[in-house]
């Protein structure tokens, strides 16, 4: 077979698989679409499918069919998370700073602290989970602010669902999640820079701010059509000057869209546009990044691993948003339904370890297990969090 051939034999495994598992075994409850496309994606992976049909693995996922793939998930992802970085409203942040700041930061908090001891506990236990080019600190605080994450956008899909989104718990929730946004890939920004290309990068903010200012002012005399066209070219030059100052491209993707006014697009244009992405193009970022699982540490250390920072994830969460309940003087049962849902991670958190493993940050034993608790965490929500809404209904 030729390689369009095994590259269009792939397409229809990437696609075809999750959707039956989904459909015929009705996972939608505590397992949303896609969740079960991350779960396939490691199942097709070196570490399960390459280890039970090593030959047909290597025939499917032959290197010019993973490159072919990895281009389509780079500008997937690039997107995805320029659409997450236009959805930021931090104006009405900033009208409820005291509320929003005292909770995100203490949401934000409880975790990292958690997490960091989890990865100096990992550190201690034994070897494997550092990367061979990171200092102790930017490998702790890497998995400290994975531990950390909450998916703004799948917490977008997980509210829809549960007929919360537009209801005042939903935009609470999102104001909350907005701020942790933000601060996730300014702590990246940190753990990426390069003090050999500290010039570079300097430039690249320097210019970028100068640029941002510039093409703010043009797209707000641009109709809505072009706004879109002009945003996607824009956001491909962000990509290219990140990488090239030493950061990474999704640092720059966010800072495309985190630059832009949300009101310059229609509501339902955009969360189409997101909608869509997720339909035709992310199942591969899925793909590729079940691809990169390992578990040559040895299976039983990548699951307790992963079950030690599921642990710290989700009790410094609970605690930080507890302690910010207190603190503000939440109703009863607010900051355990408020928490829950800000413990949503799946593909913020996945495309977070996807940038330290390419960092070599963390080992790809590190990203499994970052991995299967980004997983367990986004599945626990909904079972947990929707009972107590029909309670309140």
């Avoid at 899925?286 to 030690?308: E, K, M, P, Y």
Wanted: hydrophobic share 60%; aromatic share 12%.
């Amino acid at each position: 077979m030729n390689i369009t051939e095994l590259f269009l034999i792939a397409m229809t495994i990437i696609l075809g698989v999750p959707y039956l598992i989904w459909r015929v075994f009705r996972t939608d409850y505590w397992a949303p679409l896609v969740v079960v496309q991350i779960v396939t994606g490691i199942v097709l992976g070196p570490g399960v499918l390459g280890k039970i049909f090593p030959d047909y693995y290597a025939t499917v996922f032959a290197p010019p069919v993973i490159g072919a793939l990895n281009g389509i998930a780079w500008w997937a992802v690039m997107v995805f998370v320029w659409i997450a970085g236009i959805e930021l409203d931090l104006r009405e942040v900033w009208r409820r700073r005291r509320e929003c700041g005292t909770t995100a930061g203490l949401a934000l908090a409880g975790p990292l602290v958690a997490g960091c001891l989890a990865a100096l506990g990992m550190l201690a236990w034994r070897d494997g989970w550092m990367g061979e080019a990171a200092a102790t600190w930017q490998f702790v605080l890497g998995v400290g602010m994975a531990c950390s994450v909450t998916a703004l956008p799948i917490l977008i899909l997980l509210l829809e669902k549960m007929n919360v989104l537009r209801e005042p718990l939903g935009m609470r929730v999102l104001r909350y999640a907005s701020l942790d946004d933000l601060a996730i890939w300014g702590v990246l920004a940190i753990i990426l820079l390069d003090w050999q290309r500290v010039g570079h990068q300097a430039a690249f903010l320097a210019v970028f701010a100068a640029v941002a200012w510039l093409f703010r002012r043009w797209m707000a005399r641009l109709k809505e059509s072009d706004r879109w066209y002009v945003g996607l070219i824009w956001l491909a030059a962000c990509g290219y000057g990140a990488d090239w100052s030493g950061l990474h491209y999704m640092v720059g993707a966010f800072l495309a869209g985190a630059v832009m006014d949300r009101d310059w697009f229609t509501l339902e244009h955009l969360d189409k546009l997101r909608e869509h992405v997720l339909l035709v193009v992310m199942p591969v970022f899925f793909l590729s990044t079940g691809l990169r699982t390992n578990w040559s540490v040895g299976g039983t250390a990548v699951f307790v691993a992963a079950a030690l920072l599921l642990v710290a994830s989700v009790a410094g969460k609970l605690a930080g948003v507890g302690l910010a309940g207190k603190l503000l003087g939440w109703a009863r049962g607010d900051a355990w339904t408020i928490g829950w849902l800000l413990q949503t991670k799946a593909l913020i958190m996945i495309i977070f370890v996807n940038i330290l493993l390419d960092r070599h940050v963390i080992t790809s034993e590190t990203f499994t297990a970052l991995l299967l608790m980004a997983v367990a965490s986004t599945m626990l929500t909904v079972p947990i969090v929707a009972p107590r809404l029909k309670r309140l209904v």
